[in-house]
């Protein structure tokens, strides 16, 4: 069972903004581990979006947005296109269990 | 452009031992910036990491694994690989290959900035 957990499904109409969030305890998010979002299409390799909470790896365009506060981390995608439907996730790291830890994933849709 | 690839049997009998090799072009498993992992996804479930191995061979293995599990690398072939021992039907997962990457803010943190696509193992009789 995973200690981040996201919201199962989330979806827009083209153009309008969605927002996914990230939420975590005090052995990860909470004891200050930063927050990173990976987009991925089921049979392709996974991509980074967003890495130390806020910033987007080049070649990532400005409508990806990632931000955190407290024991919670959001992505927010902006001005949403047909390419953004996929699953994403977020990582941190937990220094209870000692481990690299992923988010329950999200299924963004397009209207 | 960092490119991973994962190979190995995607057929594996209980109590046997998962093997994976992961190749790397467009990078160096020699560099002393980066990290080498491994991590799956059981259908319908989320990403687990299983572990990780550093240029100079030093290792470190998500503690639900552990036990079962050895990465290592091999910098002249820039390969690294994964050897997970005694599986059952809950290791049938998708296996992913990754390079890891650091940022240092309040703590340093480790992210994946590179993947293979992935390669399915079952386990089977």
């Known amino acids: 069972q995973s200690v981040l957990t996201q919201p199962p499904s989330v979806s827009g109409a083209p153009g309008q903004r969605v927002t996914i969030s990230c939420t975590g305890i005090?052995?990860?998010?909470?004891?200050?581990?930063?927050v990173h979002w990976y987009q991925h299409l089921p049979g392709t390799a996974p991509k980074l979006l967003i890495y130390?909470?806020?910033n987007r790896p080049s070649g990532v365009p400005d409508r990806f947005f990632g931000s955190k506060s407290g024991t919670s981390a959001s992505l927010a995608i902006t001005g949403l296109q047909a390419d953004d439907e996929a699953d994403y996730y977020c990582?941190?790291?937990?220094?209870?269990?000692?481990?690299?830890?992923f988010g329950t994933g999200t299924k963004v849709t397009v209207l | 452009q960092v490119q991973l690839q994962e190979s190995g049997p995607g057929l594996v009998r209980p109590s046997q031992t998962l093997s994976l090799t992961c190749t790397v072009s467009?990078?160096?498993?020699?560099?002393?910036?980066?990290?080498w992992s491994w991590i799956r996804q059981p259908a319908g479930k989320e990403l687990e990491w299983i572990g990780r191995?550093?240029?100079?061979?030093?290792?470190n293995y998500n503690p639900s694994l552990e036990s079962r599990v050895i990465i290592s690398v091999d910098t002249s072939k820039n390969q690294f690989s994964l050897k997970l021992r005694s599986v059952t039907a809950a290791d049938t997962a998708v296996y992913y290959c990754?390079?890891?990457?650091?940022?240092?803010?309040?703590?340093?943190?480790?992210?994946?900035?590179?993947w293979g696509q992935g390669t399915q193992v079952t386990v089977s009789s």
């Open positions: 191995v550093y240029t100079s061979g030093s290792t």
């Open positions: 130390g909470n806020t």
């Open positions: 990582q941190s790291y937990d220094n209870s269990l000692t481990a690299y830890v």
């Open positions: 005090s052995s990860n998010i909470g004891a200050g581990y930063d």
């Open positions: 990754a390079r890891g990457s650091i940022i240092i803010t309040t703590k340093w943190n480790y992210y994946f900035d590179s």
């Open positions: 467009g990078a160096s498993t020699s560099s002393d910036r980066h990290y």
